[in-house]
């Protein structure tokens, strides 16, 4: 079993993924999300047909686990199973799944996360007051406005895989602080 630490932070993120508010975790949510992205970043018809299909991948294998419906406590399980069974493995499939929603996230593909990008991300998610998604961006201490999709993407892994709680985990800190 992974600690307590680790599991309440699996449950921090799930509370992120009922997008559209309705109860309940489902492909709609990623349809919400993916849909408001492709409108804020006002993507050509080419772009959208990729980001939605990118998008929707990412759902299904990240945050869905090929199921149709998720609950928070299976959603703990599958994690939790997959840490168990094999925790070098699990932790690459966290780095992959991070790394795979940064790049849909930096749209213009300079390697970066500008406020711009971040904010687009954080308001598809459902996310209204820019002022703590400012903060949570500041935290990461941009240059010239921008963040490296690395350091975005590996303070993410941290989140979803550090038991470590004696570290500072700057997302949970933006969970704590009412992102
Ligand atoms: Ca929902
Ligand atoms: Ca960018």
């Given at each position: 079993?992974?600690?307590?630490?680790?599991?309440?932070?699996?449950?921090?993120?799930?509370?992120?993924f009922?997008?559209?508010?309705?109860g309940?975790?489902?492909?709609?949510?990623?349809?919400?999300?993916?849909?408001k992205?492709?409108?804020?970043?006002?993507?050509?018809?080419e772009?959208?047909?990729?980001?939605?299909?990118?998008?929707?991948?990412?759902?299904?294998?990240?945050?869905?686990?090929?199921?149709?419906?998720?609950?928070?406590?299976?959603?703990?399980?599958?994690?939790?199973?997959?840490?168990?069974?094999?925790?070098?493995?699990?932790?690459?499939?966290?780095?992959?799944?991070?790394?795979?929603?940064?790049?849909?996230?930096?749209?213009?593909?300079?390697g970066?996360?500008?406020l711009?990008?971040?904010?687009?991300?954080?308001r598809?998610a459902?996310?209204?007051?820019?002022?703590?998604?400012?903060?949570?961006?500041?935290?990461?201490?941009?240059?010239?406005?921008?963040?490296?999709?690395?350091?975005?993407?590996?303070?993410?892994?941290?989140?979803?895989?550090?038991?470590?709680?004696?570290?500072?985990?700057?997302?949970?800190?933006a969970?704590?602080?009412?992102?």
């Amino acid at each position: 079993m992974a600690s307590d630490y680790l599991i309440s932070k699996w449950k921090l993120w799930y509370t992120w993924f009922d997008i559209n508010n309705d109860g309940k975790v489902d492909f709609e949510d990623a349809e919400a999300e993916r849909s408001k992205f492709s409108k804020l970043h006002h993507l050509s018809d080419e772009e959208k047909k990729s980001v939605m299909e990118e998008f929707g991948n990412w759902w299904k294998e990240y945050i869905l686990w090929g199921q149709a419906e998720m609950t928070e406590p299976k959603f703990v399980e599958l994690m939790n199973d997959a840490y168990k069974a094999d925790k070098a493995k699990f932790l690459e499939r966290m780095q992959t799944c991070f790394d795979k929603i940064c790049n849909i996230v930096d749209t213009n593909n300079d390697g970066d996360i500008s406020l711009e990008e971040f904010n687009i991300i954080m308001r598809s998610a459902g996310h209204k007051d820019k002022s703590l998604d400012e903060k949570f961006f500041e935290n990461y201490k941009p240059v010239d406005g921008k963040v490296p999709i690395k350091v975005i993407s590996d303070s993410w892994v941290q989140f979803t895989t550090c038991e470590d709680s004696t570290k500072h985990d700057l997302v949970k800190a933006a969970f704590e602080f009412g992102v």
